[in-house]
C-alpha cells in the first residue's frame, strides 16, 4: 500500500464519518492503518497531503498511531 493509497481511504473515512466524528476517524484511521505507516517509514505529513484535507490533520494521525500501542479498532 503506498501513502497515496492511504491518503484516499483517509479521505473517505473523514468524508463518510458521522457529524461530530470527523476528527475522531481520523484518530481511527491512524490505529487501524499504523502497523503499515510505521512497517513503511510513511509520513502522516505525506498522507494528509496526499487525502487533501488541511495539512493541521497530520497531528491527528500521528496521534492515532502512537494510540495503536494501546486500543483496538471494533
Known sequence: MTENELGRILKEMYDNAPAGY??????????????????????????IHDSGLNPSYATEVSKGVKLSKYVMPK
Open 22 to 47: 470527523k476528527v475522531a476517524n481520523i484518530h481511527l484511521f491512524g490505529g487501524k492503518y499504523a502497523s503499515i505507516i510505521l512497517g513503511n517509514n510513511f509520513k502522516a505529513t505525506e498522507i
